[in-house]
C-alpha cells in the first residue's frame, strides 16, 4: 500500500513547453484534488475529482487540465508552462465515503524558467 | 464555503500544551472542521476533524463553540517535532473541496 504517489519529484521546463504531472493512488479512494503551493503560501485548490469521469475547477484553474480515466489515477497537464506555474504541486486522495481525512502525497516541485 | 481566520504564527515551549485558535464565523450546519500540518515542504498530514462536539484521538484534540464559530486545536504536550504549519480548514458535507487558509505557523521552543 503506497497511498498516493507523484512523478516526478522535481522537473524543470522551459516557457512554453507542456508537461503532465502524474498522481496515482492504490486505495481506491473516490476523490482526488490537485493543489499548488507557491513560496510561503498556503496551498490553493486547481482542479479536483469525485470519481471516475468526473472532474471540476478549483481556485485557480487556469493553464491546466485534467482527466481522470480510472480511480487510480489523475494526471495534471500543464499546457504551456509559464513562469507563474512555478511552484510544488500537490495531489490529494479521499475514500468520500466518511469523513476522513485527505491523504497527501510528497509533491512535485516545478520550475519553469 | 465558510473562510477561516487563524494567527499567522505562534510560539509554544517543549512540553507545554499549544492551543491553536481558528475563527470559522460563516460555518453552516452541515459543515465540518478539519486540521491538517504541514512540516517543512512535506505534503499535509490530516490531524483531526469534527462537526460540532469535542473530539479527541491520538495526536490532538478539537473543541468546537457552542455557536461553533470558533473552535481550537490542542496539541496537549508539544514537542519539537511538533514545529510545522496548522491549517483550519471548513468542508461541507457531501463535497471534498477543500480549501486552505495561509495557517498558523506554530514554532516550538526547547
Known amino acids: 500500500n503506497a497511498g498516493v504517489t507523484q512523478t516526478p519529484k522535481f522537473q524543470v521546463l522551459k516557457t512554453g513547453q507542456s508537461m503532465t504531472l502524474q498522481c496515482a493512488q492504490d486505495?481506491?479512494?473516490?476523490?482526488m484534488s490537485w493543489y499548488r503551493q507557491d513560496p510561503g503560501m498556503g496551498l490553493r485548490l486547481i482542479h479536483y475529482?469525485?470519481?471516475?469521469?468526473?472532474?471540476d475547477q478549483g481556485e485557480v484553474p487556469n493553464g491546466y487540465n485534467v482527466s481522470r480515466s480510472t480511480t487510480e489515477d489523475f494526471p495534471l497537464r500543464l499546457l504551456s508552462a509559464a513562469p507563474s506555474q512555478t511552484s510544488v504541486y500537490f495531489c490529494a486522495s479521499n475514500t468520500g465515503t466518511g469523513n476522513y481525512g485527505y491523504t497527501f502525497g510528497s509533491g512535485t516541485r516545478l520550475t519553469v524558467v | 464555503d465558510a473562510k477561516t481566520t487563524q494567527p499567522p504564527s505562534m510560539d509554544c515551549a517543549e512540553g507545554r500544551a499549544a492551543n491553536l485558535p481558528c475563527n470559522h464565523s460563516t460555518i453552516s450546519g452541515n459543515e465540518y472542521v478539519y486540521w491538517y500540518r504541514q512540516i517543512h515542504s512535506q505534503g499535509p498530514q490530516y490531524i483531526i476533524h469534527?462537526?460540532?462536539n469535542n473530539e479527541t484521538n491520538e495526536m490532538a484534540s478539537l473543541i468546537i463553540t457552542e455557536d461553533r464559530k470558533s473552535s481550537t486545536l490542542i496539541l496537549p504536550h508539544a514537542t519539537l517535532r511538533d514545529t510545522a504549519v496548522y491549517y483550519c480548514i471548513v468542508r461541507s458535507s457531501g463535497t471534498y473541496k477543500y480549501i486552505f487558509g495561509t495557517g498558523t505557523r506554530l514554532k516550538v521552543l526547547a
Open positions: 486505495m481506491n479512494h473516490e476523490y
Open positions: 469534527g462537526l460540532k
Open positions: 475529482s469525485v470519481g471516475a469521469g468526473i472532474t
